[in-house]
Nanobody, 120 residues
Framework: QVQLVESGGGLVQPGGSLRLSCAASGFTFSRYAMSWYRQSPGKERELVAAITSTGGSTNYADSVTGRFAISRDNAKNTVYLQMSSLKSEDTAVYYC?????????????WGQGTQVKGDA
């Protein structure tokens, strides 16, 4: 049974920091690229950060570059999102995504999300 369980969300003051975690089980984590997405009320889900299966390459949305850092620990089947200098516009539900691929065939798994809310 595939599971992605996010944790670490909460209420944070502007300029503060949070670290999100996503614990994976039920699939070979080290073979999957991992990403964090977020969705605010009334907006479409957007990609925040992504990391390759080995952790050798990352990419970020322009809006979080320099403030967020994605990392993974394949021994712990966990991906992280370190968020710093948080802004009110970072308020959203953050989702973990696992992307698998074989040739041109792709599939993915989603977590249930964790809420990050700015404490204005």
């Amino acid at each position: 049974q595939v599971q992605l369980v996010e944790s670490g969300g909460g209420l944070v003051q502007p300029g503060g920091s949070l670290r999100l975690s996503c614990a994976a089980s039920g699939f070979t984590f080290s073979r999957y690229a991992m990403s964090w997405y977020r969705q605010s009320p009334g907006k479409e889900r957007e990609l925040v950060a992504a990391i390759t299966s080995t952790g050798g390459s990352t990419n970020y949305a322009d809006s979080v570059t320099g403030r967020f850092a994605i990392s993974r620990d394949n021994a712990k089947n966990t991906v992280y999102l370190q968020m710093s200098s948080l802004k009110s516009e970072d308020t959203a539900v953050y989702y973990c995504n696992a992307l698998g691929s074989v040739g041109k065939v792709k599939w993915d798994y989603w977590g249930q999300g964790t809420q990050v809310k700015g404490d204005a």
